[in-house]
């Protein structure tokens, strides 16, 4: 039995908070046991391995019935994009944390940049920050996408539809080469990896756990995979170091298609179900973007490297207002709010608490599947 300490359960306590913020009890309910086993036992952390039981079933279609035409382009669209991790990336590349011509992330991007502490530190112990903040970054990318691979699998065999199947077939393989190409490159690059962080991890449990195929869908395809987009877009952008740019070039093409497909399935789905349904998961919708937006508050660097200058409240406050988080907010909400506006959950209803959160100004941006991979990797 994992016991809490008594400073695990006061430094949850605003997240657990933040797990009640739509005041819908059923939604309350689903996720009470997914944020009590990932930020108070941390099981991220405690346990090697983790079994969550699942309670979905297969939906088996021995009609073979193909009558989605959207999702059939998708489908091929994506027999067409695979890759090969293995011969299409030039692994050779040398990785120097301390060659600024190849850094991997900017001084400007740091959010600890504008501490003294860290203006007295030596250029090469700098370095070997930014390259710790680097790991953390791409470790929480790995951990979502063995979470997209698990629910890729569970929702092929869920969905209803044969065409729906199909395409969930290349996600899966998608999603296994992504977890490929992160371990690779945390492993033999920067010899460097952290532990899940206990936000994502909740959102992973709620959603492996639910019996329902949707949800799945919304967690992963729109709240997880949308908002990682933007992170690989920013992340892209930003970075001089070429394996890594090349790398999330590939990954972003692929995870474009995923939420392509999510916003299609939904986007249908979401018209037959009766409003109490719909409202439970505009709720649940909400509740996960504030797990997902507190997972970038990276309390795995802080307690590596300043929770002994600072405390974690106000090492909060410093992410909260750091060049990092803005660009981090600006690319990851621009897409995933106007996704949930086409699906049907950004309704007059909700649309004040994500004004609370300063999200809605993103509401006019494009959504898929109109938007393309290229714009993901345009967009700053």
Known sequence: MIIPSIGTLLDTVPLMRDASKSGNLTVLRSLLGPAYRGLIQQRGKAEATTVMP??????????????????????????????NATTDLDWSIDVDPEDDRRALVPTEFVPVAKLQSWKRLTPREQSQQ?????????????????????????VTEAVPWLDGKLYGSTQVVDEGRHVEVFHAYLTTKLEKKYDINDNL????????????????????????????????????????????????????????????????????????????ERREREDWTFEVCLFLRNRFFAHEFYDEYYAHQMSRMA??????????????????????????????????????????????????????????????????
Not at 265 to 272: I, S
């Open 201 to 276: 991890y909740v959102v992973v449990d709620a959603l492996m756990t639910d019996s329902r195929w949707d949800m799945k869908f919304l967690g992963m395809q729109i709240m997880i995979e949308g908002l990682a987009l933007g992170a690989f877009g920013m992340f892209q952008q930003t970075t001089m170091e070429p394996l890594l740019k090349k790398l999330l070039t590939y990954v972003i093409t692929d995870e474009a298609r995923h939420v392509h497909y999510g916003v299609l399935a939904l986007e249908e789905h979401l018209k037959v179900l009766s409003e109490k």
């Open 315 to 380: 090492w909060d406050q410093l992410i909260l207002g750091s060049q990092m988080m803005a660009m981090f907010r600006r690319t990851m909400f621009k897409r995933v709010i106007p996704n949930l506006k086409r699906i049907g959950l950004l309704s007059d209803r909700i649309r004040p608490k994500y004004a609370e959160l300063g999200l809605l100004q993103y509401e006019t941006g494009k959504a898929a599947p109109d938007l393309t991979a290229q714009d993901l990797i345009e967009d700053r």
């Open 54 to 83: 699942v309670r979905h079933g297969a939906h088996f279609d021995w009609h073979y019935l193909r009558d989605h035409t959207e999702l059939a382009r998708l489908y091929e669209a994506a027999k067409k994009g695979q890759w």
């Open 130 to 154: 930014k390259l710790a903040l680097t790991a953390w970054f791409l470790s929480q990318f790995l951990h979502g996408e063995q979470g997209a691979l698990y629910a890729a699998c569970q």
